[in-house]
Structures are given as C-alpha cells and as structure tokens.
C-alpha cells in the first residue's frame, strides 16, 4: 500500500485487513486518518497480523491509539472484538517494525518473542511488567515510551547467541526502577535506557571504550546509553 495512500480520510472508520498474504505499508498510509475505529482481521491468532510491514508509525493504523480489533470467529460466522494480544508460540515470535505501536491492548507471552522489530511495542500503555526470556534482538526504541512499564526480566542462563538492544530501546520508560541486563548481550545502542530517571539499580556487561555499540563503528563508554539517543540503529 503505497506512501500516503489514505492520507486524510478523515470519514474513514472501518479497516478490513487482507487475509493469506504479506503486505507492505509505506509512511503516511494512515497519517491524520483519526476517525478510524475498528480493525477487522480474519482470526484472533493475529498470524497474519505479524507477516504485515510497517514503515512507520503512521503506516499502521493502530498508531491512532483507542482502535478496536476485532476477529473473525467461524463458530458465530461475525466479527467479536479480541480480549488481548497473545504472542506465544513454542517455536519463538518474530515481532515486526511498528506491529503494536501505541495499541490499546494488553499484550502477553513476550517470553516467547525472539525479535522485536523497531517501534514493534512502542508506547503500549499496558505493559507493566515483562518478561524477554527469548529475546535476542530488541530494536530501536522497542519499548520506547511505555510509560507504566516497571519490570524488565531476562532469562538468566546464558543465550545461544550474542544479543543486541539498539538505540532508544527503553527510551522513556521513566517506571523503571531497577533492570539486570545479562552477559549474552554485548551491543547496546545509544540511549538504549535514556529517560530511565528512577533507575535505582543497573547489572549490565562492561561495555566501556573497548565495547562497540549497535548504532554505528564509533566506541561509546556507559553515559551514552542514557543519552539521548539521535540514532535509527
């Protein structure tokens, strides 16, 4: 769908997602579209949901913020408004740029995400405590701006590969009062944790001069990570 495709429909209410097959959506597909009320999707899994493609915030229509979903359930042959988001799976979830970005739902099974794309969880006001048991990969500002967000838990045996959590990954989640990163990830991003004002406790690996960040071949010392960030990896 391509860049401002339905920039301005200001009477657009209703959305009808497409059903067995991937599709991208480009800047501004969505942009000032504020009448939008209810998404339709063709089963509650929100499989489908995942293999969709976000190139910003205002790509998806969710970023509208009080925007129902509702899911097609065969036993009624109608439409009923989905009680939660959840990501679990036994195999791991790959969660896309901007999937969930500003949702009104309550998200769970985090614990099974192995990716979480850029923006994917971004200003979701129901996260309160999470936990990334799986996750290899958080991107820019993944959780950035979850603003009742508290706990953060890792696993806390060792991963099977390295780890990284990029630039503004936690950028504003001011609730934050203690995280314990573990060894497995070794790079970080600039102002990964910048915002983090009640930070009472930090564990995390060395990543002094001789520790690259995930935003670019400069070498960064702990402060940055708790800068502003001004970075898109």
């Keep these: 769908v391509g860049k401002s495709a ?5 009477s657009l209410k209703e959305i009808y997602m497409p059903n067995n097959t991937s599709v991208d959506f480009y800047s501004g597909v969505f942009i000032d579209d504020k009448a939008i009320e209810t998404i ?17 915030e205002t790509s998806n229509p969710l970023h509208i913020g009080d925007v129902t979903i509702k899911a097609y359930v065969s036993q009624v042959n109608d439409y009923l408004e989905i009680d939660g988001i959840d990501l679990t799976t036994s195999y791991g979830t790959t969660v896309p ?12 099974g985090l614990e099974s995400v192995i990716f979480a794309g850029n923006y994917a969880f971004a ?12 996750c290899a990969f958080i ?84 402060g940055a990570l708790f800068s502003s960030p001004g970075v898109s990896s």
């Design 139 to 222: 991107g820019v500002g993944a959780f950035s701006d979850c603003k009742n967000l508290e706990t953060v838990r890792f696993l806390t045996s060792d991963s099977p590969t390295p780890a990284a959590i990029c630039g503004a990954a936690f950028a504003g989640c001011s609730k934050i009062t203690d995280l314990v990163i573990p060894n497995y990830f070794d790079e970080f991003g600039m102002g990964a944790f910048a915002g983090l004002y009640n930070i009472n406790s930090l564990s995390i690996p060395f990543i002094g001069l001789e520790n690259k960040t995930s935003s670019d071949e400069r070498q960064y010392p702990l």
């Design 6 to 10: 339905f920039e301005g429909c200001t």
């Design 40 to 56: 339709y999707i063709a089963n509650s899994h929100l499989n489908q949901w995942l293999t969709y493609s976000f190139t910003d």
């Design 97 to 108: 740029d901007f999937a969930f970005y500003n949702t009104k739902y309550e998200i769970k």
């Design 123 to 134: 200003k979701v006001d129901s996260l309160v405590n999470i936990y990334l048991d799986k």
